[in-house]
């Protein structure tokens, strides 16, 4: 074989970004990858949902990272909280004390997915969010969305992206509040009600 056999794009195997997955399960999922929120802090809240497909149907393996700010709107700048075991050198999880802002989540078998982290606070003229990136089966390159939490009306309804969209489709962007701390936010890659999901140029 000569070196011109081997350059063109027909004869370079397809690598996980160029081809349907889902390739992640193995090694992006880590314990303790939903419990974002420090170990008691009193402004922890619970966000969970759902990511369904353009049919409806929950999806089994579709993996979440969500990235947030403090209550005070500062971006977090601790390096990271996972301990590891010395002996095996695995994960053993979180340890509890630093808030980084960053978790991994996937899907249960029901298509179900939740997160604990600090309630965000708001970063110049944005209502406060947490940010979404979506990896699902069927998705060749993984999307971006943002979770607003209810509360403050004047916020969401002056903030500079959610002020851009029709009334139905930025309920998409904002949870459902179920009382005590917890808000619903349901993912729909496609079809009616699908979610609002943003290009970064």
Same mark, same amino acid.
């Given at each position: $074989?000569?070196? @011109?056999? @081997?350059?063109?794009?027909?004869?370079?195997?397809?690598?996980?970004?160029?081809?349907?997955?889902?390739?992640? /399960?193995?090694?992006?999922?880590?314990?303790?990858?939903?419990?974002?929120?420090?170990? %008691?802090?009193?402004?922890?809240?619970?966000?969970?949902?759902?990511?369904?497909?353009?049919?409806?149907?929950?999806?089994?393996?579709?993996?979440?990272?969500?990235? %947030?700010?403090?209550?005070?709107?500062?971006?977090?700048?601790?390096?990271?909280? $996972?301990?590891?075991?010395?002996?095996?050198? %695995?994960?053993?999880?979180?340890?509890?004390?630093?808030? @980084?802002?960053?978790?991994?989540?996937?899907?249960?078998?029901? /298509?179900?997915?939740?997160?604990?982290?600090?309630?965000? %606070?708001?970063?110049? #003229?944005?209502?406060?969010?947490?940010?979404?990136?979506?990896?699902? #089966?069927?998705?060749?390159?993984?999307?971006?969305? #943002?979770?607003?939490?209810? /509360?403050?009306?004047?916020?969401?309804?002056?903030?500079?992206?959610?002020?851009? =969209?029709?009334?139905? #489709?930025?309920?998409?962007?904002?949870?459902?509040?179920? /009382?005590?701390?917890?808000?619903?936010?349901?993912?729909?890659?496609?079809?009616?009600?699908? @979610?609002?999901? =943003?290009?970064?140029?």
């Amino acid at each position: $074989m000569t070196k @011109t056999d @081997t350059v063109g794009p027909e004869n370079v195997p397809p690598t996980p970004s160029h081809t349907v997955g889902p390739f992640y /399960g193995y090694a992006l999922p880590f314990p303790g990858g939903e419990d974002i929120a420090p170990q %008691g802090h009193p402004d922890t809240v619970t966000v969970h949902g759902y990511v369904y497909d353009g049919e409806g149907r929950p999806l089994p393996d579709a993996l979440l990272e969500l990235w %947030g700010p403090d209550p005070e709107g500062n971006l977090p700048t601790t390096d990271g909280s $996972m301990r590891r075991d010395p002996a095996s050198g %695995g994960f053993l999880g979180r340890n509890g004390v630093e808030f @980084t802002g960053f978790g991994r989540i996937q899907t249960d078998a029901d /298509g179900h997915w939740y997160a604990r982290t600090l309630r965000p %606070g708001a970063r110049g #003229r944005s209502a406060p969010y947490l940010s979404v990136c979506v990896f699902a #089966r069927g998705l060749l390159v993984h999307l971006f969305t #943002r979770i607003y939490l209810p /509360g403050d009306a004047a916020a969401l309804s002056a903030d500079p992206l959610l002020s851009r =969209l029709e009334a139905d #489709r930025r309920d998409t962007l904002v949870a459902k509040d179920e /009382g005590r701390g917890t808000y619903r936010f349901d993912i729909r890659l496609q079809g009616e009600g699908e @979610t609002v999901f =943003l290009e970064f140029t």
